[in-house]
């Protein structure tokens, strides 16, 4: 978006900062080259902008645009605001059809008094020859154009007082409609130039004036809202100030009443007009012949075609054809008026006279001001220009000398001046921005020397790399193989180890079973051991019993002889029974010392067979982690050979 700029004349989002709108400026600092989001730009600067419109003809991008009070004036007829019309004579030339339907529809809108500014032009007539006459004015120039008086404000001061010191006509129509008529509504002018607004809005003119109304924006606003209705009539009789927007219009209403032999020096066209201006300013300090008038206009095709026209209307001849008719028409008057055909000039300017006896020339009488201030371009010393042609790389007087006009300038050195002025950059000029590119070339090609040199070294090690890369595959190829074996070989071992860690839990069991079968056996033992002391004691107490019965045998005699081998069998089955059951103790003892060892032996047997189990079990995680980390490392190594054979096509390509 283009920055607020703040003058008439603008540059919108369509300039690409093709300096064509530099090349036509009579201004070298009214353009300031910058660049916007990277795009190039060439912006108005309102202060020194003379509003003379050549922007405007050599522009092909539409990227000027211009401002006046169109919008305003209409927005002031809707709340109420009493305005009376001022209109210009090239209206009527460009729209031959319509202005009386236009200006109809604005009186309908609510415009009071519609005047031409044709009557004001011929005050301006009157007010010129009188002056000039009366004060011997020679070499006067002429100022109803406002962009040569605001050139010569701003950019010739020293001809300031060569200004005409008379109105322009629409002062003159103004001030006569204020101090005449005794119109107090404020002022609107429909106008065809863009450079009026600074007419208007100069203090000096205090403000008779409150609305610059342009042709070109007042009929697009007119057929948008319709604005049309009974034709407006001309209020003011008017003469040969209508044909004041023809090229030459105000010479030729000077000669109408001075006759031809008076010299006017008729100036037309941006370029033209301001390089005159510059010599006459030489002239006129040199005390040269001067005309009687200069007649200047920055228009080359006059007012009627000036900046607030709408393009279309120049491209052709009509309006002039148009504007011929009405200069005819004021001539066909009687030879009583100062407009007569057939009157001698000596005639015409005695009516002229006669008809405005009763206006006072000082109330159309113009101030001019030096508005230089800021404005006059700052001349840089050898020195300066040189160091600015320095940094332009332009170390040559053939450099110094181009003169392409690219830039805009006419040449080298007035580029370094609107540098040295701050409203350019040397980047906007074509032939440093060739050099630099010429610079850049010789050193990309160096570059791209260097770059082959290191392309074919690295092309070498390249070479290097792939064979390097070529025998990393092999190693990786080897290496997955074994990743893959190991993979395998745990896999077995993992279940191995756990075939092994079951098969041990079979033998656990099996030794607590044993364990169990012991401790039973103890028990019967135990058992044992006793039924052995029930023995023990029924032999005491047969052998007693024995005893008792050898002692009656031998009471008993012969007769008891018999009892007594009976007393001696039971003696011997006791002695029998207690030898049997001492063996029997001896024995258990002996029994139970072995399976209180073998009880021993059977529970370290288990602490050792849950000690290999743990370790087993062990084994086995440790052998499903070495499992799943070799296939983490065969992934690894897999994506290391595909980023290798990535590397080798790159190598090959």
């Given amino acids: 978006m283009v920055k607020e700029q703040n003058g008439l004349v603008m540059t919108n989002d369509e300039c690409i900062g093709c300096n064509k709108c530099i090349s036509v400026c009579p201004a070298i600092t009214a353009n300031n080259a910058v660049v916007e989001d990277g795009k190039a730009k060439i912006l108005v600067d309102g202060d020194k902008c003379v509003a003379c419109g050549a922007c405007f003809d050599v522009c092909k991008h539409k990227a000027r645009e211009f401002c006046d009070d169109t919008e305003q004036f209409f927005d002031a007829l ?3 605001e009493k305005i009376s019309v ?8 460009n729209y031959p059809n319509e202005y009386r339907q236009i200006l109809g529809g604005l009186k309908k809108l609510g415009v009071n008094r519609i005047i031409s500014v044709s009557f004001g032009a011929d005050i301006t007539t009157w007010g010129y020859i009188k002056y000039i006459t009366e004060n011997n004015f020679t070499g006067g120039i002429s100022q109803p154009c406002p962009a040569i008086v605001n050139y010569i404000e701003h950019y010739i001061p020293e001809l300031i007082p060569k200004l005409v010191p008379v109105q322009s006509p629409m002062m003159c129509a103004a001030i006569y409609a204020k101090k005449y008529l005794g119109i107090t ?20 003119n205090h403000g008779y004036i409150s609305y610059n109304v342009t042709f070109d924006h007042l009929a697009k606003y007119a057929r948008k809202n319709n604005i049309k209705a009974e034709p407006a009539k001309d209020e003011i009789e008017y003469g040969l100030g209508s044909i004041y927007p023809m090229p030459g219009g105000l010479k030729e209403n000077v000669y109408w009443f001075c006759g031809d032999d008076v010299f006017i020096r008729q100036i037309e066209g941006e370029k033209h007009a301001y ?9 006129v300090e040199g005390n040269k012949p001067l005309p ?11 007012c009627i075609y000036g900046t607030g026209v709408e393009e279309e209307k120049t491209k052709t001849d009509d309006v002039l054809y148009e504007l011929q008719k009405i200069k005819e028409s004021s001539k066909r008057r009687s030879r009583t008026s100062a407009w007569a055909r057939n009157a001698t000039p000596e005639q015409r300017l005695k009516n002229l006279n006669k008809q405005f006896a009763k206006l006072d020339l000082k109330d159309f009488i ?36 181009i003169d392409c006009g690219a830039c805009g300038y006419s040449g080298c050195r007035e580029m370094a001046i609107a540098i040295f002025n701050g409203c350019n950059v040397k980047e906007n000029c074509v032939h440093y921005v060739k050099d630099l590119a010429e610079f850049e070339k010789e050193r990309i090609q160096e570059i791209s020397e260097e770059m082959e040199l290191k392309n074919s070294e690295i092309a070498q090690k390249g070479q290097r790399i792939s064979d390097m890369v070529s025998e990393a595959n092999g190693e990786f190829n080897t290496l997955n193989d074994s990743i893959g074996e190991m993979i395998k070989g745990n896999s077995v071992n993992a279940e191995e180890s756990t075939n092994i860690s079951a098969a041990m839990t079979d033998v656990l069991n099996f030794c607590d079973r044993l364990k169990e079968s012991f401790e039973t056996i103890n028990q019967l033992l135990v058992q044992l051991g006793g039924n052995n002391e029930n023995i023990a004691k029924v032999a005491q107490k047969t052998n007693l019993l024995s005893l008792n019965a050898s002692i009656e045998a031998a009471r008993a005699g012969e007769v008891g002889k018999g009892f007594a081998v009976v007393a001696q069998e039971i003696k011997n089955l006791s002695d029998v029974s207690r030898g049997a059951a001492d063996d029997s103790d001896k024995n258990k003892e002996q029994i139970s010392a072995a399976m209180e060892k073998l009880t021993e032996d059977s529970r370290k047997l288990i602490e050792i067979v849950d000690t290999v189990n743990a370790k087993i079990i062990n084994l086995t995680a440790s052998t499903e982690e070495i499992s799943a980390s070799a296939a983490v490392v065969g992934d690894v190594a897999k994506e290391l050979q595909r980023k290798f054979d990535d590397i080798n096509e790159m190598q090959k390509s």
């Fill in 86 to 93: 001022l209109w210009a004579p090239a209206f009527a030339a």
């Fill in 292 to 302: 009687f008038m200069v007649d200047a206009l920055n228009c080359a095709k006059g």
């Fill in 366 to 401: 113009r101030e001019y001001t030096d508005k230089s201030h800021g404005c006059v371009v700052r001349m840089p010393s050898n020195a300066e220009i040189n160091g600015i042609f320095k940094d332009m790389a332009k170390d040559t007087q053939l450099k110094q000398n």
């Fill in 78 to 80: 809707k709340k109420g």
């Fill in 275 to 283: 390089e005159f201006l510059e010599d006459y300013k030489t002239r």
């Fill in 185 to 204: 509504d404020k002022l609107a002018f429909v106008s065809p130039c863009i450079a009026k607004k600074s007419e208007i809005s100069d203090p000096k």
